[in-house]
C-alpha cells in the first residue's frame, strides 16, 4: 500500500483528469458509439415523417384533384365529379364514386364482429390463465396461444373463405353470400383473439396479489374475488386490452381482402353483415392490387385518402388506449 | 351496512343453518364456482378447437399436393394451371425479405433500443421518440405499405409511370417496407430485455473501470440477448407473414415469368413476390381446383414462420427457467 501510493499520487498528479477519461482511442470509439445508436433511434422518427408525408401530401392532392378533376377524369366519370363524389351508395373508385361511409360502415361492421368474438374469448382464456391455470396448465397453453398469434393472417382469409364461411356463416343463415363481411369479421375475430388474451393477462397479472389475499381472507369465493376485486382493479388495463385489440382489428387487411369479397374494388353501402362488402383497408388493397387499365388517377389517389383516415383513426384509439395503460401503471 | 347490526333475523334462522350446514358438508364447494370456470375454460377450449380446426383443414387439403407433386410444387414458378403451379419465386421473395429485416431492422433496432434504455437522457426528445415507437407499432400493417409505395418505391423506380403501381416494384423496395414495419416491435421487446438487466451488473463494471460502451458490449448485452433474440425472431415472424404491405408496394400476385436463380443479387432491382403474396393469389382463384395447392402453400409458410415463433418461445421459456432456477 505504501509503496505503491505515491506512485498512483505522481501518475494522477499530472493531470488528474486526463488519467480518469482513459486513452483518447476509448475516448473517440465511446463518441462514436453514441452517436450510431442515436442516429438509429432517430430512424424510427424518419420512418414516422415518412408515413405521415406520404399519407397527407398525396390524401390532399386527391381532394384537390376531386374539387377541380382533370379532362381525363371527368370523360371516365361520366358525369360529375366533386366533393360530393365522397358521399354516395357505393365505393367504385373506377366509377369515380368514392363513398367513405361504405368503407367505414363495412370497417365498423368487420370490427364488431371480431371482437364480439375476440372480447369475451381473449378476457376469459386471460381470467383462466391469470386466476386459475397452476403452472403445470399455463407451461402448456401459454405456447399454443402464441403459436394462434403466430398465424399469418393471410392464413386466417382463406380459413374464412373456405372454412368459415361455408361450414358456418352459409350453413346458419342461409341468405348468406358465399363471401361477406360476418366470415371477414369472424375470421378477424380469431386473428385478434392472442393480443385481447396477452393485453388482458398482463392487466390481470398487475393488480397486486394483497388484494386478492384481503378478499379471500374475507371469506370470498375465488369467483367472487375475480369478479368484485380483480376485474374492477384491473378495469383501466381490460380498457386498453378492448381498445388496442379493436385498432388491430380495423387495420386487419389480408382477411377481409380474401372473405369479404370486395373483388375489384367496388362494394355497395350495406349495414347487413351477411353482404359481400369492404372495409378501408380492404379497399387500399385491393386498389393496390388493380391492373393498369382498371386504375384511373383519381382511384389511385383514393388509396391515399382511405390510408389518412385509417391511420388517424387507429392512432387515435392508440393514443386513448397508451393513457388507459399509463393510469394502471400509476395505480399500482 | 353496521357490522353489529345482525345479519340473520330469527325467522330465517333455520334456513340459513341448512343452508351454512350444506356448505360446510360439500366442503364449500359452489355450483357456480364450477359453472363459472368451465366457461372460462371454454373460451380457452375454443381458441384451442379453432386452432385445430385451421391445423386440420389446411394439412388435410394440403396432403395430396405433398404425396403427389412436392417437387412441382417447391421448384415451379407460378403458373395459370392448379396442378403446375409451385412456390419457388414466393419462397425466394420471402428468403429476401427476411434477409432485409436481419441486416437492416436488427442492428437499428437494437442499437436504438440501446440508446433509449443506457444513453437517452430523460428530456422531452426521448419522451417523443419512445410514443412515437409505441405509436408506430400500432400503425396498420397496410399504411407501412403506402410509406414503401410512395418512398421506396418512388426512390427506386425513377421516372416510370406515376400511378402504375405494377411497375417498377422491386424486391429492395418490398425489404425495405417490411424491415420498417418490423422496427418498432425490435426496439420495444429490446427495450425490455435491456431494462430487465440487474444495475448491479453495470455497477460492477463501471466500478472496475469500464466505459459506457465497454459495460453495455460486455454486461449488459449479453445477459439481454435472449430476451432480445426472441423479441427479435418473433418480429421476423410476423413480417414474414405479412401480405398487405406488399400488396401495396406490388408485389406480383399471378404470374412472375420463368425462374430465374434463387440468390442471385440482381433480383434485387426485378419485380418479386413473396409466400403471403402466392398464398393470397392462389386463395383468390375460384373453384376448387385450387384449394389443395393454396393450402400445401400455406403448410409451407406456417412452417417457416411457426419454426421461428416456437424458437423464439423455446428461448424464451428456457431463459426464464434458467434466471428463476
Not at chain 1, 363513398?99 to 365498423?108: N, R
Not at chain 1, 369478479?227 to 388491430?248: D, E, F, N, Q, Y
Not at chain 1, 385491393?286 to 393498369?292: E, L, P
Amino acid at each position: 500500500m505504501t509503496a505503491s501510493a505515491p506512485a498512483a499520487r505522481g501518475r494522477l498528479g499530472e493531470d488528474p483528469g486526463r488519467a480518469l477519461e482513459g486513452s483518447s482511442r476509448r475516448r473517440i470509439r465511446e463518441r462514436v458509439v453514441h452517436l450510431i445508436v442515436q442516429a438509429a433511434a432517430l430512424v424510427s422518427v424518419v420512418i414516422t415523417v415518412g408515413i405521415v408525408a406520404s399519407l397527407v401530401f398525396r390524401a390532399v392532392e386527391f381532394v384537390l384533384n376531386l374539387m377541380n378533376p382533370s379532362e381525363a377524369d371527368l370523360a371516365e366519370a361520366g358525369g360529375e365529379v366533386g366533393l360530393g363524389s365522397l358521399w354516395g351508395d357505393q365505393w367504385a373508385p373506377r366509377f369515380l364514386e368514392f363513398d367513405v361511409k361504405t368503407l367505414l360502415v363495412g370497417s365498423i361492421v368487420v370490427t364488431i364482429v371480431a371482437m364480439a368474438v375476440a372480447g369475451p374469448v381473449g378476457l376469459g382464456a386471460a381470467i383462466y390463465m391469470s386466476e386459475y391455470a397452476n403452472e403445470r396448465v399455463r407451461k402448456v397453453v401459454k405456447p399454443i396461444v402464441e403459436v394462434l398469434a403466430g398465424i399469418p393472417s393471410v392464413v386466417l382469409g382463406f380459413f374464412a373463405l373456405r372454412w368459415i364461411s361455408p361450414n358456418l356463416v352459409q350453413r346458419l343463415f342461409s341468405e348468406a353470400e358465399n363471401q361477406s363481411l360476418l366470415a371477414a369479421g369472424l375470421g378477424v375475430g380469431l386473428l385478434t383473439i392472442p393480443l385481447m388474451a396477452s393485453v388482458s393477462e398482463d392487466a390481470l397479472r398487475a393488480v397486486p396479489r394483497s388484494l386478492r389475499e384481503a378478499s379471500a381472507g374475507l371469506g370470498a369465493r375465488k369467483r367472487t374475488t375475480t369478479l368484485t376485486v380483480v376485474l374492477p382493479a384491473a378495469v383501466s388495463g381490460l380498457v386498453a386490452a378492448i381498445i388496442v385489440a379493436t385498432s388491430r382489428a380495423i387495420g386487419e387487411t389480408m382477411v377481409v381482402f380474401l372473405a369479404a369479397g370486395a373483388s375489384g374494388n367496388s362494394a355497395q353501402f350495406t349495414l347487413n353483415p351477411l353482404h359481400r362488402g369492404s372495409t378501408m383497408t380492404a379497399a387500399m388493397a385491393s386498389q393496390a392490387s388493380g391492373t393498369d387499365g382498371t386504375i384511373t388517377e383519381l382511384g389511385f389517389g383514393s388509396l391515399f385518402f382511405v390510408g389518412f383516415v385509417l391511420f388517424v383513426i387507429t392512432l387515435g384509439l392508440n393514443l386513448i388506449a397508451d393513457r388507459f395503460v399509463r393510469r394502471v401503471r400509476q395505480a399500482y | 351496512m353496521s357490522v353489529i347490526q345482525p345479519v340473520v333475523r330469527d325467522t330465517d334462522r333455520d334456513r340459513v343453518a341448512e343452508k351454512v350446514r350444506a356448505a360446510v358438508e360439500t366442503g364449500g364447494r359452489d355450483r357456480n364456482e364450477g359453472l363459472f370456470k368451465a366457461a372460462l375454460l371454454s373460451t380457452l377450449a375454443f381458441a384451442l378447437l379453432v386452432l385445430a380446426v385451421l391445423l386440420f383443414d389446411i394439412i388435410t387439403d394440403a396432403w395430396p399436393v405433398f404425396a403427389e407433386r412436392l417437387g412441382i410444387l417447391m421448384a415451379n414458378p407460378t403458373r395459370s394451371r392448379a396442378d403446375e403451379t409451385g412456390i419457388f419465386q414466393g419462397l425466394r421473395g420471402t428468403f429476401w425479405i427476411g434477409i432485409f429485416v436481419i441486416l437492416l431492422t436488427f442492428p437499428i433496432g437494437i442499437a436504438a433500443a440501446i440508446y433509449l434504455e443506457e444513453y437517452a437522457p430523460d428530456n422531452r426528445l426521448t419522451r417523443l421518440i419512445n410514443i412515437n415507437i409505441r405509436n408506430l407499432a400500432g400503425v396498420p400493417s397496410v399504411v407501412y405499405g403506402i410509406l414503401g409505395l410512395t418512398i421506396f418505391v418512388g426512390l427506386l423506380k425513377g421516372v416510370y409511370g406515376d400511378y402504375a403501381i405494377s411497375r417498377g416494384n422491386t424486391t429492395t423496395a418490398g425489404g425495405l417496407t417490411l424491415a420498417a414495419l418490423a422496427l418498432p416491435v425490435v426496439i420495444i421487446t429490446s427495450a425490455e430485455a435491456i431494462r430487465a438487466v440487474p444495475s448491479s451488473l453495470r455497477e460492477a463494471a463501471y466500478g472496475v473501470g469500464a466505459t459506457k460502451w465497454e459495460v453495455i458490449k460486455s454486461h449488459v448485452l449479453p445477459y439481454a440477448a435472449p430476451g432480445i433474440l426472441t423479441g427479435t425472431l418473433l418480429s421476423l415472424a410476423r413480417a414474414l407473414g405479412e401480405a398487405a404491405p406488399l400488396i401495396l408496394v406490388g408485389a406480383v400476385q399471378g404470374r412472375l415469368g420463368p425462374n430465374t436463380g434463387f440468390f442471385g443479387l440482381e433480383q434485387m432491382g426485378e419485380k418479386f413476390t413473396a409466400m403471403p403474396i402466392v398464398i393470397t393469389d392462389l386463395a383468390s382463384q375460384p373453384g376448387p381446383d385450387w384449394i389443395p395447392v393454396t393450402s400445401a402453400a400455406i403448410v409451407v409458410l406456417l412452417l417457416v414462420v411457426l419454426s421461428f415463433n416456437a424458437a423464439a418461445v423455446f428461448l424464451r421459456n428456457r431463459f426464464e427457467a434458467k434466471r428463476e432456477g
